[in-house]
């Protein structure tokens, strides 16, 4: 399980989690959820980016503790909340040095779909990592017509639906309750179902819709635009790298 922040994979697949072997399970996180500028911190009610991190990896912990995952199933990558995209091709080699010490039999991060630029530089990443060849999707967030979309796959492709039946909506509830810090985000986020889908192929550098992308509305100077110029720029350098 790739994911851009603590919770991205309990929003997307906490209940698919507990369907696994726990032994073999690995969650790999790129960041720790904390962006670099204090304020982010602060609006969440703590000190400094340092006390937010340490806050998000005890929520984690708490939520895979009911799901029978034990915490040190995690791995972060340590790059900094929203600013992963300005690493790819680190973050590439990174993640193959992960695969090739797990050899996954299967891989499930997010789509690209513009909600986070973290998001995105996952989907990027296990795109371009060799030695990933069953990469499935979970659902994350994107821009609509009407706003914030969450719990559906921007585009189309076989989606497969899980309806999670009443003690399953319970478990994902008190997952849910454990990201104290993030409640005021949880909130647009549904427990009803869960949905997943084999990674369709991406190209990088087109935008992944018209219009503009959630986190162009959010105020962290982050275009689309400078996303995919530094997609192109990895994938120049990946290809480089490949040929020698």
């Not at 040095?97 to 296990?126: C, I, K, S």
Request: net charge negative; proline share 6%; charged share 25%.
């Amino acid at each position: 399980m790739i994911a851009a922040h603590p919770d991205d994979e309990v929003i997307g697949a906490g209940i698919r989690m507990t369907c696994w072997d726990p032994r073999r399970l690995t969650i790999v996180h790129l960041t720790a959820g904390s962006p670099r500028h204090p304020r982010h911190a602060q609006a969440a009610g703590f000190a400094d980016p340092m006390e937010y991190a340490e806050a998000r990896r005890l929520e984690l912990a708490e939520a895979l503790e009911l799901a029978g995952i034990p915490a040190q199933n995690r791995i972060c990558l340590d790059f900094v909340d929203q600013e992963s995209y300005l690493h790819l091709p680190e973050l590439v080699e990174k993640l193959a040095a992960t695969v090739n010490e797990l050899r996954p039999d299967v891989v499930y991060t997010h789509p690209y779909e513009g909600g986070h630029p973290d998001h995105d530089a996952a989907a990027f990443a296990v795109a371009h990592t060799p030695g990933i060849n069953n990469r499935r999707e979970f659902t994350s967030y994107h821009a609509g017509t009407n706003g914030l979309v969450t719990g559906e796959f921007l585009g189309g492709g076989q989606v497969q639906t899980h309806v999670l039946n009443s003690a399953e909506r319970d478990l994902k509830r008190r997952m849910f309750d454990c990201f104290r810090s993030q409640q005021r985000v949880l909130r647009d986020f549904t427990i009803v179902h869960e949905r997943f889908r084999d990674a369709p192929r991406y190209d990088f550098t087109l935008p992944p819709h018209s219009g503009r992308l959630h986190y162009e509305n959010l105020g962290w100077n982050i275009s689309g635009e400078s996303w995919r110029t530094r997609a192109g720029e990895a994938l120049k350098l990946l290809q480089v790298e490949n040929v020698l």
